[in-house]
């Protein structure tokens, strides 16, 4: 199984930008869809953004225009570029690996990286 490390987050201002990375130990390309979920305090982990093997993204409602996923595979590394933050935005960001289309997400959760939208 692929491990995923996840880095980048920290604290930051509203408005501000952050650049999320997450490091697998194998080559992604195998997976139908590279993900970045989130679960804020007192709150269900929820699917911020993916990427699939052809480059398709899809974005939850709450992020569109303000984060951006993208991959590359010859370094086995997806990121999640976030502007326009906002306090909402706090939580523990986590990505995973979805084999298949039709496959649920794999759970296979990392340490998770925290960003705090604060003032």
């Known amino acids: 199984q692929v491990q995923l490390v996840e880095s980048g987050g920290g604290l930051v201002q509203p408005g501000g930008s952050l650049r999320l990375s997450c490091a697998a130990s194998?080559?992604?390309?195998?997976?139908?869809?590279m993900g970045w979920h989130r679960q804020g305090p007192g709150k269900q982990r929820e699917v911020v953004a993916y990427i699939t093997r052809s480059g398709s993204r899809n974005y939850a409602d709450s992020v569109k225009g303000r984060f951006t996923i993208s991959r590359d595979n010859a370094k086995n590394t997806v990121y999640l570029q976030m502007n326009s933050l906002k306090p909402e935005d706090t939580a523990v960001y986590y990505c995973?690996?979805?084999?298949?289309?039709?496959?649920?997400?794999?759970?296979?959760w990392g340490q998770g990286t925290q960003v705090t939208v604060t003032s």
């Open positions: 995973d690996t979805q084999p298949g289309r039709l496959s649920e997400w794999d759970n296979n």
């Open positions: 194998g080559s992604i390309s195998s997976f139908y869809a």
